[in-house]
């Protein structure tokens, strides 16, 4: 059994009723890093906030299941959720300053996480807080502990979030471009922690990112969003090796070492109605069939999985 299963999920605006994600199944293994990429808007972040039952107020979830180590999350109360929130399932965003409570050291923030999910206090819950800004990298953690989150470096501050991230031991830890603010050399050795995290204590996660060349260290797989729907998925030499879909194919297109693709994206004159493939007016390959039907996901290879008509 994986460890997160989502199943035909559904977010629609509560406002207009346009769909936001439309119908995404995925599974994630124990012990896997499973990268999300696809452009801005396509769905990766609501996908993440839907797993943490946080969707913004305006947006619900019409149809699905999120199944998470057995457990139906969706059914759960408010309060059910927020026990395997930050203890089970824990997240790491971009901005550790939108996070991190301002008014509190870093210290008192994570023996707060300690108290509230495992009633742990004093000596012990100080020495787990220690040993864990240990396991994160963070030097002279005993000194650390006494700061306030604007006196670190962006650098520690993820670090730090990672810490609160992982204390609990969390079976899962979703990512969403958490690098992406940070500096080169700060990115890399932030991945390489996550790396050691995934290999040391089997922490399965979700990385969410536009960044290509993290994705091909880092995660064993790869989704592929496109306007809130998965297009492509597959172990990552697959993807990277031989990207199927053409939207894929686009996105590859301008990661460095590989060839030149020959994918353009052409302006077709014919428009596909509401009915057709998603992908249809940007499509280099954009077909007959597209104009009118919508492909499904369907598998073309072991573990190799494309949303495209030129597949079926
Ligand atoms: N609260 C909201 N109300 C209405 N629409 C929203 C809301 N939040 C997100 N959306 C829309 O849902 C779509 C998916 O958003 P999402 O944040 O998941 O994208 P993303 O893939 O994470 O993008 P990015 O790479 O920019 O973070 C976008 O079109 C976005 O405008
Ligand atoms: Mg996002």
Same mark, same amino acid.
């Given at each position: 059994?994986? *460890?997160?299963? #989502?199943?035909?999920?559904? #977010? !629609?605006?509560?406002?207009?009723? !346009?769909?936001?994600? +439309?119908?995404?199944? /995925?599974?994630?293994?124990?012990?896997?890093? *499973?990268?999300?990429?696809?452009?801005?808007?396509?769905? +990766?972040?609501?996908?993440?906030?839907?797993?943490?039952?946080? &969707?913004?107020?305006? $947006?619900?979830? !019409?149809?699905?299941?999120?199944? /998470?180590?057995? +457990?139906? $999350?969706?059914?759960?109360?408010?309060?059910?959720?927020?026990?395997? %929130?930050?203890?089970?399932?824990? @997240?790491? /965003?971009?901005?550790?300053?939108?996070?991190?409570?301002? #008014?509190? !050291?870093?210290?008192?923030?994570?023996?707060?996480?300690?108290?509230?999910?495992?009633? $742990?206090?004093?000596? =012990?819950?100080?020495? $787990? #807080? @220690?040993?864990?800004? %240990?396991?994160?990298?963070?030097?002279?953690?005993? &000194? %650390?502990?006494?700061?306030?989150?604007?006196? *670190?470096?962006?650098?520690?501050?993820? %670090?730090?979030?990672?810490?609160?991230?992982?204390?609990? =031991?969390? +079976?899962?830890?979703?990512?969403d471009e958490p690098t992406t603010a940070l500096d080169l050399t700060i990115q890399m050795q932030i991945i390489e922690l996550l790396r050691r995290l995934n290999s040391k204590l089997g922490l399965s996660i979700l990385f969410i990112t536009h960044d290509l060349g993290v994705l091909r260290w880092l995660a064993h797989r790869i989704l592929v969003y496109y306007q809130g729907q998965i297009v492509e998925a597959a172990p990552t030499e697959k993807i990277f090796t031989k990207p199927c879909h053409p939207y894929t194919q686009l996105l590859f297109s301008s990661y460095p070492g590989r060839e030149k693709s020959p994918v353009v994206v052409q302006k077709h004159e014919e428009k596909p109605s509401k009915e057709g493939c998603e992908f249809w007016s940007r499509c280099a390959v954009a077909c007959e069939r597209g104009l009118k039907e919508k492909p499904s996901l369907i598998e073309i290879d072991h573990d190799h999985l494309i949303r495209c008509f030129l597949y079926d």
């Open positions: 059994m994986p *460890l997160l299963k #989502v199943q035909d999920l559904f #977010v !629609t605006s509560t406002e207009n009723s !346009t769909y936001l994600l +439309k119908g995404i199944s /995925f599974s994630l293994n124990h012990g896997e890093i *499973l990268g999300v990429l696809g452009e801005s808007g396509s769905g +990766k972040s609501l996908t993440a906030l839907s797993v943490l039952g946080l &969707l913004p107020a305006n $947006l619900k979830i !019409t149809s699905g299941e999120i199944i /998470f180590d057995g +457990k139906e $999350l969706l059914s759960l109360s408010f309060q059910e959720l927020q026990k395997i %929130r930050g203890k089970k399932i824990s @997240i790491i /965003f971009q901005d550790p300053l939108s996070t991190l409570n301002p #008014v509190l !050291t870093v210290g008192d923030q994570l023996k707060e996480i300690l108290y509230y999910h495992l009633g $742990l206090k004093g000596p =012990s819950a100080q020495d $787990l #807080v @220690i040993k864990t800004l %240990r396991e994160v990298g963070i030097p002279d953690p005993e &000194l %650390r502990l006494k700061n306030y989150p604007h006196e *670190l470096s962006g650098g520690l501050r993820q %670090r730090v979030m990672i810490a609160m991230s992982i204390l609990c =031991s969390p +079976k899962l830890l979703i990512a």
